[in-house]
């Protein structure tokens, strides 16, 4: 079964930190863009980060760039996402997706979205105190 996990979601007092986890199964991610996106209640899907195949070209949103860092390990088919100084307004439900690099890039699949590829069931991140 192809399959991505998301895991490491939960809650954290403003300015905390969390690192999510996207293991991916059925499938290498060796040759795949991993992008993280996140839907808050009311709002429209948001690409936060992606990170390309090869580890070489990463793409941050506006709203969470030099706060978020994504990293991936292609051995253990997982990627990341460490959120440190988080604020209230980033609680939403956090998904990862993966889609192969010969069809797009950082920059396409995180503004664009990830269309033709691989999607998590989301893991819930509430920032409040």
């Known amino acids: 079964q192809l399959q991505l996990v998301e895991s490491g979601g939960g809650l954290v007092q403003p300015g905390g930190s969390l690192r999510l986890s996207c293991a991916a199964s059925g499938f290498s991610v060796h040759n795949y863009v991993i992008g993280w996106f996140r839907q808050a209640p009311g709002k429209e899907r948001e690409g936060v980060s992606c990170i390309s195949s090869s580890d070489e070209r990463t793409y941050y949103g506006d709203s969470v760039r030099g706060r978020f860092t994504i990293s991936r390990d292609n051995a253990k088919n997982t990627a990341y996402l460490q959120m440190n100084s988080l604020k209230p307004e980033d609680t939403a439900v956090y998904y990862c997706?993966?889609?192969?690099?010969?069809?797009?890039?950082?920059?396409?699949?995180?503004?664009?979205?990830?269309?033709?590829?691989?999607w998590g069931q989301g893991t819930q991140v509430t920032v409040s105190s």
């Open positions: 997706a993966a889609v192969r690099s010969v069809i797009t890039t950082v920059q396409a699949m995180c503004q664009g979205g990830p269309t033709g590829g691989y």
